[in-house]
């Protein structure tokens, strides 16, 4: 099994800055893509950022240029930086992750979800 357990929500004045993290654990062979997701209340989960184990990165077009998306291998853990926070950016943030896990058969591929953290931006 696998978590992901994000942390660094909260909330934040137009144009402040906060930094997510996102800890893998589990019994973990690797961990390939990382992401971060976000979602408003009745509207689809976007994404945001996105990191490959070599660390190519892309982002959402809103993002571009405020975020910055980053990973310390060596610690399973993905990072988020978000300066000049807009108050569009409010939304449940969610980190993902591509991972190959031990199973009692033999490794396999699994998703991993965090649990979600609030951002709020207030105007």
């Known amino acids: 099994q696998v978590q992901l357990v994000e942390s660094g929500g909260g909330l934040v004045q137009a144009g402040g800055s906060l930094r997510l993290s996102c800890a893998a654990s589990?019994?973990?062979?690797?961990?390939?893509?990382m992401g971060w997701y976000r979602q408003i209340p009745g509207k689809q989960r976007e994404l945001v950022a996105a990191?490959?184990?070599?660390?190519?990165?892309n982002y959402a077009d809103s993002v571009k240029g405020r975020f910055t998306i980053s990973r310390d291998n060596a610690k399973n853990t993905m990072y988020l930086q978000m300066n000049s926070l807009k108050p569009e950016d409010t939304a449940v943030y969610y980190c993902?992750?591509?991972?190959?896990?031990?199973?009692?058969?033999?490794?396999?591929?699994?998703?991993?979800w965090g649990q979600g953290t609030q951002v709020t931006v207030s105007s």
């Open positions: 589990g019994t973990i062979f690797s961990v390939n893509a």
């Open positions: 993902n992750a591509g991972t190959v896990v031990a199973g009692p058969r033999g490794s396999y591929e699994y998703d991993a």
């Open positions: 990191i490959t184990s070599g660390g190519t990165t």
